[in-house]
T-cell receptor, first 113, second 113 residues
Framework: DGGITQSPKYLFRKEGQNVTLSCEQN?????MYWYRQDPGQGLRLIYY???????QKGDIAEGYSVSREKKESFPLTVTSAQKNPTAFYLC????????????FGEGSWLTVV | QKEVEQNSGPLSVPEGAIASLNCTYS??????FFWYRQYSGKSPELIMF????GDKEDGRFTAQLNKASQYVSLLIRDSQPSDSATYLC?????????????FGKGTKLSVIP
């Protein structure tokens, strides 16, 4: 089936650890995105990529890193520099071009323990 | 900073009534508008998009757009308990080469049986 697969669905991180969230899509979309959602809040853009080997910072990129080595994959690393990482992380993708619909994966819950 | 404003709710309506969800946006150059539905603990799913002033109907859902007033709304007719969710309004960035969406914080809808 076509779609966006995020893993793991639930992840626990110890203080000082880096963790990587996986995102894979088979929709043949050029653009991919990472959003963060805190309880009762809207979605905030962390990073986005419009083409392989290129990505741009969103509104809250500090403490996060990404790579885009393949069209299908856009992993997000939450580094130890991110002081408040507990949140719901959403990967998304779309065709490029203004106004194209963004589709979301099922999300990953990250909790700091 | 582009802004998308929604009443946070909760908006409570009885089953069978019309639910009206509103959204205002700051970017006068925005050309398309999206409504997503997000159930608790799940990722957003697209309900409707609208590009032109006026109304667009899809089943029980009607999106209304007034670009002059920078206002977009979503009407849900014959509301069902299964419509209980948070509804997110999203507006693309009108900047050249930008494919980002700015999301409102969402309106929580509760349909009372």
């Amino acid at each position: 089936d076509g779609g966006i697969t995020q893993s793991p669905k639930y992840l626990f991180r110890k203080e000082g650890q880096n963790v990587t969230l996986s995102c894979e899509q088979n929709l043949n979309h050029d653009a991919m995105y990472w959003y963060r959602q805190d309880p009762g809040q809207g979605l905030r853009l962390i990073y986005y990529s419009q083409i392989v080997n290129d990505f741009q910072k969103g509104d809250i990129a500090e403490g996060y890193s990404v790579s885009r080595e393949k069209k299908e994959s856009f992993p997000l690393t939450v580094t130890s520099a991110q002081k408040n990482p507990t949140a719901f992380y959403l990967c998304a993708s779309s065709l490029t071009g203004a106004g194209n619909t963004i589709y979301f994966g099922e999300g990953s819950w990250l909790t700091v323990v | 900073q582009k802004e998308v404003e929604q009443n946070s709710g909760p908006l409570s309506v009885p089953e069978g009534a019309i639910a009206s969800l509103n959204c205002t946006y700051s970017d006068r150059g925005s050309q398309s508008f999206f409504w997503y539905r997000q159930y608790s603990g799940k990722s957003p799913e697209l309900i409707m998009f609208i590009y032109s002033n006026g109304d667009k109907e899809d089943g029980r859902f009607t999106a209304q757009l007034n670009k002059a007033s920078q206002y977009v709304s979503l009407l849900i007719r014959d509301s069902q308990p299964s419509d209980s969710a948070t509804y997110l309004c999203a507006v693309p960035d009108s900047g050249a080469g930008s494919y980002q969406l700015t999301f409102g914080k969402g309106t929580k809808l509760s349909v009372i049986p």
